[in-house]
């Protein structure tokens, strides 16, 4: 049976530029491609999952602007609950620049705006939805005492805590204890275990270190070569999809997004992670974050293969 899935996160309006290469400091590119596309990685998150099959309900905070509204346009298409989107009168919706190279590499700077308005207080009028869910998904582009007051809510309520520690930071050993599933990448490995991250010995260094730490499942994606999971009884290296990357912004999202759907529906942990593998390799094919998500019958085709 599905159950629904709360997304806790940030919503950003992405400005892309696709050029040959990112312009070094003080340095202009001419003839570079301009998009512009909902994003932010609680928002990506949340139509990754809803596109991939969830029941999704999203807590988040918005401006008062041209950004905001067509982000909740976004949200309601994708049939994703918004009566917890908060809208702040005083501050910007949040707004992404993103350089992307002819290979499909990005470089990014956010103004976060009101997404750092989603404080305790708002999120404590979601506490019911998020207390009565199945799976709490969040990331790290919301303040970080909101994060950890919703694992709070989820964890004294038995509801599973998926934790995609991005953009990197360092996070305290009460939030780690909380944690179902923790998802970083090889940077975000490195700043929360010190361990440099570019083998699979080092991988499984870092995820053991993670599980010492109190998180039940670490999984790690590793891009192109997929995702390494343990858990206190296994461990094991998931391959990714071959695909022709176009734009890897948001791939990660994807990923989280279509974990969230598995682990709701029951799946197996590894089935759960080629379902997200397939997923983000399809998310790296097409142009932009929540553009690029992909939809149910596209994942179950690739997952099949």
């Known amino acids: 049976m599905l159950k629904?899935?709360?997304?806790?996160?940030?919503?950003?309006?992405?400005?892309?530029?696709?050029?040959?290469?990112i312009p070094k400091p003080g340095e202009t590119i001419m003839g570079g491609k301009f998009y512009q596309a909902a994003g932010g990685k609680g928002a990506n998150q949340a139509v990754a999952a809803a596109r991939a099959g969830g029941d999704v309900s999203f807590v988040a905070c918005i401006g008062n602007d041209v950004f905001g509204e067509e982000a909740l346009k976004g949200f309601k298409k994708d049939n994703i609950n918004t009566d917890h989107v908060f809208v702040d009168e005083d501050e910007a919706s949040g707004t992404a620049l993103i350089?992307?190279?002819?290979?499909?590499?990005?470089?990014?700077?956010?103004?976060?705006?009101?997404?750092?308005?989603?404080?305790?207080t708002k999120l404590l009028k979601a506490?019911?939805?998020?207390?009565?869910?199945?799976?709490?998904?969040?990331?790290?582009?919301?303040?970080?005492?909101?994060?950890?007051?919703?694992?709070?809510?989820?964890?004294?309520?038995?509801?599973?805590?998926?934790?995609?520690?991005?953009?990197?930071?360092?996070?305290?050993?009460e939030l780690l204890e909380q944690i179902t599933i923790l998802t970083p990448n090889e940077?975000?490995?490195?700043?929360?275990?010190?361990?440099?991250?570019?083998?699979?010995?080092?991988t499984q260094k870092a995820a053991e270190l993670l599980l010492k730490k109190g998180v039940k499942i670490?999984?790690?994606?590793?891009?192109?070569k997929g995702a390494y999971y343990a858990t206190e009884k296994e461990s094991q290296l998931i391959s990714g999809f071959k695909v022709d990357?176009?734009?890897t912004t948001a791939a990660g999202d994807t990923f989280n997004g279509a974990l969230a759907v598995a682990i709701s529906e029951g799946k197996p942990l590894h089935d759960a992670i080629r379902f997200s593998n397939a997923a983000a390799a399809i998310s790296v094919t097409r142009i932009g974050a929540q553009p690029s998500a992909p939809y149910r019958d596209e994942i179950d085709q690739l997952y099949n293969q």
């Open 99 to 120: 350089l992307i190279d002819k290979n499909g590499e990005n470089s990014i700077a956010v103004a976060s705006g009101a997404n750092l308005s989603l404080d305790e």
């Open 245 to 247: 990357a176009q734009d």
């Open 218 to 224: 670490v999984v790690i994606t590793l891009g192109t």
């Open 4 to 21: 629904n899935i709360v997304v806790v996160g940030s919503s950003n309006s992405d400005l892309i530029i696709k050029a040959d290469r």
């Open 127 to 173: 506490s019911n939805t998020i207390s009565t869910s199945n799976v709490l998904l969040m990331q790290l582009e919301t303040p970080i005492e909101t994060v950890e007051s919703a694992a709070k809510i989820a964890y004294s309520n038995g509801v599973k805590v998926i934790l995609n520690p991005a953009p990197a930071n360092q996070l305290s050993n």
């Open 187 to 202: 940077t975000e490995a490195e700043m929360l275990t010190g361990i440099v991250v570019n083998d699979l010995e080092s």
